[in-house]
């Protein structure tokens, strides 16, 4: 809201005229201006001049190959691999454009060709040629993720070409977009390293498949890199959404469902009942009737009961609402677990991976137990996910934002290590996390936050939460600890219990500091566990974040809360 009321005010118009300017000339003034400042800010003064010149003039020669070509390597200059970056996008430029939206279509098309490429060769080919059943399962993980993360590809192309009669521009809607998709599909190629890598660190084939996506991995750093240049030139501007509200919600719920979601107990579609009094008995059996992709809300009532079944949702499940009658009265429990030989990524009790997922009083458990190491109880991958008064319960591993922006209210988490663990840019928000005693001679941490590029707008905020022990807890017990090189987590105005270690925060490699590029921090905590004059000194810590560095974790800024929470009927505090 405040980006409408910021833009009503831009020119000084009266709404008229603020109407007819919008309508004829919005266009026309962005590009110039997102023109100008990318431009100026990368390329060098006498291309920009020219390019410019030609710009405001609207003359229509074609620039040269020239300008082109500086061009690019101005863009390309931004990313960590920009001679990669240089050689793939000039090699599909066949009109010799200095736009820099054009440039950026060109860089998302080469991931998307490389990625392709990948796929069609890797895993499938692996799959079939091993007997290995651990491997083989560790890739069918790569094969889902790389298949998933060239349909993120898919959609970031296609929200470049999505224009209506007055959107025709790349807005700061489509940049948080692109740049969510982006880092998910960063995400999914690391996390098949991930899956091989649990099976054996040093096997060749690990070696292999790094080398094999290596082009790939590039080639998304190098678009989110100009996709991140050119969101840190809009904010700057403070130019607007662009989003249509109709009353709370954006434009892009139906009325339809803004009705359905207004309401506290929706009709459902469909029942699942464990005694037989609903449509169906088991939720697998639900979850057959959902269509696919769909653009409506597809509600489904979970009675109470025990429900022992492993549940996916694939990419495929758009927008499916699951509610129960509680978190401790229905409950979805299954016992998958690492040490039993399936891939971490594979041992969730519940998965979904399909945008626009809900869950409201349910509960989730892995049983496996602390013993069986990796169990998760929910992994998510879901855009635009939310989950409400729900339970987590297992040991290692329980919690699994994945990645994309996901946002947890009034929810209950337990467990012992990194049990809330993954690469989601993700908000929690009045949860209680409760650490548990862990195996003997084990360390208990809460977090352990994934990001592994510098450009990726994820990590992990938890805000206005209660940190206390689930048990009699006895076991050294931190905060978190930075698993990647750009790990970034925050703790803001929450209650810490005593049980804390004094120094908060613990390092992945025991005696070795994380590097200077994680983000870690804490704001106004309060209880016990809260003083940080004994916290770590890693140069990637603050122990007292400023108001202004604590305002980006918060729902509004980090997740876009403002824009698509209020659609879910779910109550969320949006700033500090």
Not at 212 to 227: D, E, K, R, W
Not at 377 to 390: E, H, I, K, P, Q
Not at 514 to 534: H, M, Q, R
Request: glycine share 6%; proline share 4%; charged share 20%.
């Amino acid at each position: 809201m405040d980006t409408i009321r910021s833009f009503k005010g831009y020119g000084k118009l009266d709404p008229a005229e603020e109407q007819a300017f919008r309508r004829k000339t919005r266009k026309r003034i962005l590009i110039l201006i997102l023109s100008l400042l990318l431009l100026l800010a990368l390329i060098i003064g006498a291309v920009t001049a020219t390019l410019l010149h030609k710009r405001n003039n609207h003359k229509d020669a074609s620039p040269s190959s020239s300008s082109s070509a500086q061009s690019i390597k101005a863009v390309c200059s931004q990313t960590l691999y920009p001679d990669s970056c240089y050689s793939s996008i000039s090699q599909l430029d066949q009109s010799n454009s200095t736009d820099p939206e054009h440039l950026l279509k060109l860089s998302l098309q080469v991931v998307f060709n490389s990625l392709s490429a990948l796929s069609s060769s890797f895993p499938h080919s692996f799959i079939k040629s091993t007997t290995n059943d651990t491997l083989k399962q560790a890739l069918q993980v790569c094969a889902t993720l790389l298949d998933d993360a060239l349909d993120y590809l898919r959609d970031s192309i296609s929200t470049m070409d999505l224009k209506s009669a007055d959107d025709k521009l790349l807005t700061l809607t489509k940049i948080e977009d692109l740049k969510t998709w982006l880092s998910t599909a960063l995400t999914n190629q690391d996390t098949c390293l991930d899956a091989l890598q649990e099976i054996d660190p040093s096997s060749t084939l690990l070696a292999d498949t790094k080398s094999l996506m290596q082009n790939s991995t590039h080639y998304a750093s190098n678009s989110l890199a100009i996709v991140s240049k050119i969101s840190g030139i809009l904010r700057k501007l403070n130019l607007p959404m662009h989003r249509k509200l109709l009353g709370e919600f954006p434009e892009w719920v139906s009325p339809g469902v803004r009705r359905l979601l207004q309401v506290g107990r929706p009709t459902p579609n469909v029942t699942v009942a464990a005694d037989g009094t609903g449509d169906v008995t088991t939720i697998k059996e639900a979850m057959a009737r959902v269509p696919k992709k769909s653009k409506t809300m597809f509600i489904i009532h979970i009675k109470e009961g025990v429900y022992l079944e492993n549940v996916v949702l694939d990419k495929s499940f758009w927008n499916v609402m699951i509610y129960g009658d509680g978190k401790d009265k229905s409950i979805v429990s299954a016992r998958l677990n690492f040490i039993d030989g399936i891939p971490t990524f594979s041992t969730a009790t519940f998965a979904v991976a399909g945008r626009g997922f809900v869950a409201i009083d349910m509960g989730f458990k892995n049983t496996a137990g602390a013993e069986k190491h990796q169990a998760v109880a929910f992994r998510s991958g879901s855009d635009f996910s939310v989950l409400y008064r729900c339970s987590f319960d297992a040991f290692q591993d329980t919690l699994y934002p994945h990645s994309n922006r996901q946002f947890y209210r009034d929810c209950d988490v337990t467990g012992t290590i990194d049990f809330i663990f993954g690469n989601a840019a993700v908000v929690f928000q009045n949860c209680k996390i409760m650490p548990r005693q862990p195996l003997p001679r084990q360390f208990v941490t809460i977090t352990a936050q994934g990001k592994k590029d510098p450009n990726q707008n994820t990590g992990i905020s938890i805000q206005k939460c209660d940190i206390s022990p689930f048990d009699n807890l006895t076991a050294p017990t931190y905060l978190g600890r930075p698993w990647k090189d750009f790990s970034t987590t925050v703790i803001m105005q929450s209650n810490i219990g005593s049980f804390l270690h004094p120094s908060g925060w613990i390092s992945w490699v025991q005696g070795v500091d994380p590097p200077k590029s994680i983000l870690y921090g804490e704001y106004l905590n309060t209880g016990a566990g809260a003083a940080v004059d004994k916290r770590v000194t890693w140069d990637g810590y603050k122990a007292i974040l400023t108001d202004s560095e604590a305002g980006r974790f918060t729902v509004d800024s980090f997740i876009e809360g403002a824009m698509w929470l209020p659609q879910k009927n779910v109550i969320f505090e949006s700033t500090l």
